[in-house]
């Protein structure tokens, strides 16, 4: 029996409007089962379930290991020799309240020619500077340092808001020798406390020629705090530009891992 152009509507209509449901339904399903950081499973390279790897929740179960992004000695005197590193912490969550670690010196035929062991504190998340000063290397000269931290770090769960400590003003003068002064300005209501302020000093290859460290037991809130760094020559036009780092120890609300 023919089928009349009516009937012929009425069925393209239907399968239209079963091709669209299907169509929209497919969507749903693929939107729902693809893997996200909030579908309560561990996938898409996840190490724990909805955090690490591609989320931006950290699992609190698993530590990841300091990045030391450079080390380098500088010189000083004839045999004497500082060491600057720049360090980050990718644990976001997590400090330390001492931490050692070891300095070394190698020369240009990879041997050691000098050591040195050291402590410092890790705060959550940001960069930091390591500052070794005076290290001896007798005749030698080193063409590389290496700094390694220690394996059994104690890691703390930090709680609390992050210290806001700013630079306000920073001042170089190389006449009649090198010199850094600069203001350091607590932003917060609460008191920071043990504050290392380490100055670098970069050339017009962004490669670090000098380096100072100073410390600071507190700032209250609200104050602020003047420190100065000094060297006994002058950079001359080796200099380029300079910029301070601050570490400052997170301790408020520290709760055992």
């Not at 910029?243 to 520290?254: A, C, G, H, T």
């Amino acid at each position: 029996m023919p089928i009349s152009w009516s009937a012929k509507k009425q069925i393209t209509y239907f399968l239209f409007f079963v091709l669209v449901l299907t169509g929209f339904a497919s969507l749903v399903w693929l939107k729902m089962s693809a893997p996200t950081c909030f579908d309560n499973r561990k996938n898409q390279k996840e190490q724990g379930v909805d955090c690490g790897g591609p989320c931006a929740q950290e699992c609190l179960g698993i530590v990841k290991e300091l990045n030391i992004l450079w080390a380098k000695p500088v010189e000083i005197s004839k045999g004497k020799y500082d060491v600057i590193a720049i360090v980050e912490n990718p644990n976001l969550k997590l400090s330390a309240k001492s931490a050692r670690y070891q300095v070394k010196l190698y020369d240009e035929r990879n041997i050691l020619i000098a050591s040195r062991e050291g402590q410092t504190f890790i705060s959550p998340g940001p960069k930091f500077a390591v500052f070794e000063a005076n290290m001896s290397t007798g005749n030698r000269a080193p063409a590389r340092a290496y700094l390694e931290f220690e394996k059994n770090i104690k890691w703390e769960l930090y709680k609390g808001g992050a210290p806001n400590l700013l630079i306000t003003r920073k001042d170089y003068s190389g006449e009649p020798r090198s010199s850094i002064s600069a203001i350091i300005s607590n932003k917060s209501l609460e008191e920071a406390v043990n504050i290392v302020a380490t100055a670098i000093v970069y050339d017009q290859n962004e490669e670090a020629i000098a380096a100072s460290a100073t410390k600071i037991e507190a700032i209250s809130g609200g104050a602020d705090e003047e420190i100065f760094f000094s060297w006994p020559g002058s950079f001359g036009e080796k200099r380029d530009f300079e910029e301070i780092m601050l570490n400052v120890e997170y301790v408020p609300d520290l709760q055992s891992r």
